[in-house]
């Protein structure tokens, strides 16, 4: 009887560490997923390697819907990385919906936060209600360059219909 008690208390004492495994390390300390995006997977007529007048009026007959790209949507994460200085990075991803579950498309820093050298106190995205009805993102950063600082200074993350990012500091 002790024997088996001791393995189940055993047994029982590592199963949360076994869990963790997969729970985000230790010094991510805000993460938000907001916004959507939504991405046809054809190139942008405007960034295609031919525009001219003439080269649309000999373009190919419109694809099929068996032959079009596969649709693309999505939604955003913020996430704040504090650092062994106190300070944070900030990350920007592109994370895909499908059936087989989220995928990240892409993950950048967001040089600007890094930059100021700042300790984030919180990310709150523009709504609280679910996915958005429009693309693009749109959330505020809370930080400060001085740790004792009674306040903190807001800064937004905007991403467009079009997909293009800019950081600023809010203006209210």
Avoid at 9 to 27: F, H, K, V
Avoid at 33 to 41: C, I, N, P, Q
Avoid at 55 to 61: H, K, L
Avoid at 70 to 76: K, M, W
Wanted: no cysteine; aromatic share 6%; net charge negative.
């Amino acid at each position: 009887m002790a024997l088996t008690l001791a393995t189940v208390l055993t047994l029982a004492a590592t199963a949360p560490r076994a869990q963790d495994a997969g729970i985000l390390p230790a010094n991510v300390i805000f993460v938000t997923s907001t916004g959507y995006w939504e991405d046809s997977g054809d190139p942008l007529e405007a960034l295609a390697p031919s525009t001219s007048p003439s080269s649309a009026q000999t373009a190919p007959a419109a694809e099929t819907p068996e032959e079009a790209a596969p649709l693309q949507r999505g939604y955003y994460k913020l996430i704040a990385v504090r650092q062994t200085d106190g300070t944070a990075q900030i990350h920007l991803q592109q994370i895909a919906s499908s059936a087989e579950g989220p995928k990240v498309v892409s993950s950048a820093e967001l040089e600007e936060f890094s930059n100021l050298k700042a300790y984030v106190t919180d990310i709150r995205p523009e709504s609280s209600t679910g996915v958005s009805l429009q693309p693009g993102l749109f959330a505020t950063v809370y930080l400060k360059t001085d740790p004792q600082a009674a306040e903190p200074d807001s800064w937004t993350v905007l991403i467009d219909d079009i997909g293009d990012i800019k950081v600023e500091r809010a203006t209210n």
